[in-house]
C-alpha cells in the first residue's frame, strides 16, 4: 500500500528534524549541470525545493530568475530565513500541483519520488511538469534508479529506465537517462541523470 503525503507529513519531517534527503548542500550532479548553463536569463522552478540549496546555488551565480517553490510552509519559511537577500515574491508555499507559471527549466531533485508510485499518480507529475514548461524548455536533474520494493510504505520511491522511457516519452524528448557519474558518495549507483525536452 503506497498513500500521498500531505504537507503535514513534510513539514512533520522538517519539524523533527529529520530530513534524510538533505544534502546540507547542492547535489553534486546538480551543481554540475548549472556550471555548464550560460543562459542567466533562464526562468528557472525548483519544484519541492525543501532546504533550497539548488534555489540559493543557482541565485548565488547570478540566475536571479530563479523560482523557490514548496508546500511545506516551514521548509519555505527556513528557507526565506536562511536566504535573507532573496526575494520574497519568489518563494512560492504552494502546492506543485496547483501552481502555475511556464518556466525555461525546471530542476528535479528528490522530488518526483516523493510521490505515491502508481502509473496514475506519475502521469499526474509528468503532465503538470509539461504544462509548467514552455516548447522547448527542459526539465533536468536526478530521478532514482533502484528499483519500487512493493513493500515499501514511505518515500522516497524509485524506478525503472523503462518507466521514465514509457512515462516521459509522449510528451517529452528524451535527450538522456544516464547512470550519474557524479553522485554523492551515498547515492552512487542508485540515480539517472535525466534531460528532458518538452516537445
Ligand atoms: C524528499 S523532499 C526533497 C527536498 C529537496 N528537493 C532536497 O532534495 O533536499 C520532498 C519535498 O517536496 C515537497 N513536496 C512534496 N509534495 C509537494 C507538492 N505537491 N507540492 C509542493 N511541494 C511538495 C515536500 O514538502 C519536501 O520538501
Not at 530530513?19 to 528557472?44: F, G, T, V
Not at 523557490?68 to 519555505?76: E, G, I, T, V
Request: proline share 6%; with cysteine.
Amino acid at each position: 500500500m503506497h498513500f500521498t503525503f500531505k504537507s503535514s507529513y513534510w513539514t512533520d519531517r522538517y519539524l523533527e528534524n529529520h530530513a534524510p534527503w538533505d544534502l546540507n548542500h547542492i547535489s553534486r550532479p546538480l551543481k554540475e549541470y548549472i556550471d555548464h548553463l550560460q543562459d542567466k536569463e533562464l526562468k528557472i522552478l525548483v519544484p519541492g525545493a525543501g532546504p533550497g540549496h539548488e534555489v540559493s546555488y543557482l541565485y548565488r551565480k547570478g540566475f536571479k530568475n530563479v523560482y523557490y517553490l514548496d508546500f511545506s510552509q516551514k521548509a519555505a519559511d527556513e528557507f526565506a530565513i536562511k536566504e535573507k537577500d532573496f526575494p520574497v515574491d519568489q518563494i512560492l508555499s504552494d502546492d506543485f500541483f496547483n501552481h502555475s507559471g511556464k518556466y525555461d527549466l525546471i530542476l528535479e531533485q528528490t522530488f518526483f519520488c516523493a510521490f505515491e508510485p502508481s502509473e496514475a499518480a506519475r502521469r499526474k507529475y509528468v503532465q503538470k511538469m509539461y504544462d509548467l514548461i514552455h516548447p522547448g524548455g527542459i526539465l533536468a536533474g536526478v530521478w532514482w534508479s533502484f528499483l519500487l520494493n512493493p513493500d515499501q510504505e514511505n518515500p522516497p520511491y524509485g524506478g525503472s529506465r523503462e518507466e521514465y522511457e514509457r512515462l516521459f516519452s509522449e510528451k517529452f524528448e528524451i535527450q538522456k537517462i544516464d547512470e550519474c557519474y557524479n553522485s554523492e558518495p551515498e547515492r552512487m549507483g542508485k540515480e539517472y541523470f535525466c534531460v528532458f525536452q518538452k516537445r
